[in-house]
Nanobody, 123 residues
Framework: QVQLAESGGGLVQPGDPLRLSCRIS????????IGWFRQAPGKEREFVAH???????TYYSDSVKGRFTISRDAGNAINLQMNSLKPDDTAVYYC?????????????????WGQGTQVTVSS
């Protein structure tokens, strides 16, 4: 089965960058795309970014567009480069593997999830 593991979270100040990584083991299964989601206390899980596995096409939420960049490296790791971080970026960040159907921005269409990594942006 598909396994995912996030890393790179931590405590940073507003305006700082941070780079998250999601290591993926496909287990021989087909992956349509990888998404990043985040969830702050008391809030619903929010879409952040998505990358198509085969062609590399990316999508971003309006709240992070221009600040975050999702990418895939040769070692089956998905990265999320976060720049100009704001306090409202504070959340647990999850990576997930999406099945072919459904909306890329809806968590309900992702079948496999990592455990999450905490990102805290504070002065």
């Amino acid at each position: 089965q598909v396994q995912l593991a996030e890393s790179g979270g931590g405590l940073v100040q507003p305006g700082d960058p941070l780079r998250l990584s999601c290591r993926i083991s496909t287990g021989g299964l087909s992956i349509y795309g990888i998404g990043w989601f985040r969830q702050a206390p008391g809030k619903e899980r929010e879409f952040v970014a998505h990358i198509m596995w085969n062609n590399g096409i990316t999508y971003y939420s309006d709240s992070v567009k221009g600040r975050f960049t999702i990418s895939r490296d040769a070692g089956n790791a998905i990265n999320l480069q976060m720049n100009s971080l704001k306090p409202d970026d504070t959340a647990v960040y999850y990576c997930a593997a999406k099945r072919p159907d459904g909306r890329y921005y809806s968590a309900s269409y992702y079948d496999y999830w990592g455990q999450g990594t905490q990102v805290t942006v504070s002065s």
